[in-house]
């Protein structure tokens, strides 16, 4: 116990000490770089460092860039060590917790790069008299700002729709070329039904865009069980790639004959050194690799995949739920005393890994906490928002994080 813990040992705490003793993936904590006295509720905005990574890094500067030079875009292919092939073995780590096939995930540039590749092909792709884009009113800013953009490119053809997550299925109409979803809402956490909607978008000849910043990594996706088109989703977010890690994109094999890639860069070429003067894709999502691999994050991302491999994600799943669920009861006292209303569905199936407040000075709160160590994000203009990482959270650190929640509302003068 640390004096933390003794100060506040009012109730609950041996009981989640026990539950964590018997949690099958607490040793998964071992393999991340946590500083001391801090509980980083964050990992939903910038994962945090897993222990292979510093060392990846260094091996891959001294040696292979610093020893190796250029001979290491085709070296050591027969090891997997070869950079060409580099975005092709960060995508089959990334195709199992998605629920895809290696050649259907392409990994480079960022989350809002890869959406501008899906929409620009999702568009071609439809029927030109579908001139509706179907999106959520509260989606991500990057979503919309892209698909304004490049319907400005195609000289305002489109209508972007933007409607309340509860209106959606409602608005799968004829006149919807695709929808753009994200399926975990980064503000409130509520988590859509992507098998559904997908399902329901499909009966009425739409194509589904998905958002999985908030998803991949977090809990099991099944891209192929929800028969989805396109996706994206962040490197940087739960699956601990660093700071402006490559994003990753998926696009279903049906679709391999048929989606162009427009950004048509020579790596996404059939055969990048035959030096063509015409554009030939490569098979699969290959495609939508468009420049020279970004060789020391790809590095960075691959490394921190591993600790992936062997984690079964229902596990994760289960343990991310029942964080949560623990945290929102610890957190009921508190919101019969102030001003907290909690914002994220209880129901689990509408749940990602987060769970956010609404508080009328939420960033003074915010700003609070983190002196004390307990780090989570304010989201304009009211919202708290504490991300739950399986991998190296206990149910200890909720109930610590929950005490000093508590600290700081009882001092903040803040009700
Ligand atoms: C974090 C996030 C992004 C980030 O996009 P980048 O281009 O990688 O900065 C995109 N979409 C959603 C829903 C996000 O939460």
Redesign the pocket.
């Known amino acids: 116990m640390t004096v933390f813990d003794r100060l506040f040992a009012d109730s609950g705490l041996s009981q989640l000490q026990e539950k964590d003793a018997r949690d099958p993936l607490a040793h998964k904590r071992a393999e991340f770089k946590l500083p001391e006295g801090v509980i980083y509720l964050d990992g939903n905005?910038l994962g945090a460092l897993p222990l292979s990574v510093p060392a990846r890094l260094a091996r891959v500067a001294e040696e292979e860039w610093g020893g190796q030079l250029i001979r290491s875009w085709t070296a050591n292919a027969e090891a997997a060590q070869d950079w060409m092939n580099l975005p092709d073995r960060v995508a089959a780590r990334i195709a199992p917790l998605i629920g895809a096939q290696p050649q259907e995930v392409a990994v480079g540039d960022?989350?809002?790069?890869?959406?501008f590749k899906l929409l620009a092909a999702a568009l071609h792709m439809a029927a030109p008299e579908r001139r509706i884009i179907l999106t959520d009113a509260d989606?991500?800013p990057?979503?919309l700002y892209m698909a304004q953009g490049l319907n400005a490119l195609l000289g305002g053809r489109y209508e972007l729709r933007r409607v309340p997550g509860a209106e959606l299925e409602a608005n799968l109409t004829d006149e919807v070329a695709l929808t753009l979803l994200?399926e975990v809402d980064?503000r409130t956490g509520r988590k859509l039904d992507l098998a559904g909607l997908t399902a329901k978008a499909q009966q009425r000849g739409i194509l589904t865009i998905w958002?999985l910043?908030?998803s991949a990594g977090a809990f099991p996706v099944d891209l192929k069980g929800a028969g989805a088109d396109f996706a994206?989703g962040?490197?940087?977010?739960y699956l601990n790639g660093g700071p402006?890690a490559p994003?990753f994109l998926f696009v279903a094999e049906r679709h391999h004959g048929s989606a162009p890639a427009f950004l048509s860069g020579w790596m996404g070429h059939a055969d990048p050194f035959e030096m063509a003067r015409d554009f030939t894709p490569a098979p699969g999502a290959r495609r939508y690799v468009v420049g020279t691999p970004t060789v020391l994050s790809l590095s960075a991302l691959d490394a921190a995949l591993e600790v992936f491999a062997d984690v079964d994600m229902g596990q994760l799943r289960a343990k991310s739920l029942s964080l949560t669920d623990t945290f929102i009861e610890l957190m009921e006292p508190l919101t019969a005393r102030y001003p907290l209303k909690l914002v994220t569905p209880r129901n689990h199936a509408e749940r990602g890994s987060q769970v956010s407040y609404q508080h009328p000075q939420a960033q003074q709160v915010m700003h609070k906490l983190i002196e004390r160590g307990v780090l989570g994000d304010f989201r304009t203009p009211d919202i708290l928002r504490f991300g739950f990482t399986p991998l190296y959270h206990s149910h200890a650190d909720v109930w610590r994080a929950v005490q000093g929640i508590k600290t700081v509302l009882e001092e903040g003068g803040e009700a």
Do not use: I
């Open positions: 905005s960022s989350t809002s790069v890869n959406l989606n991500f990057t979503d994200t980064y958002d910043a908030h994206v962040c490197g940087y977010k402006g994003s």
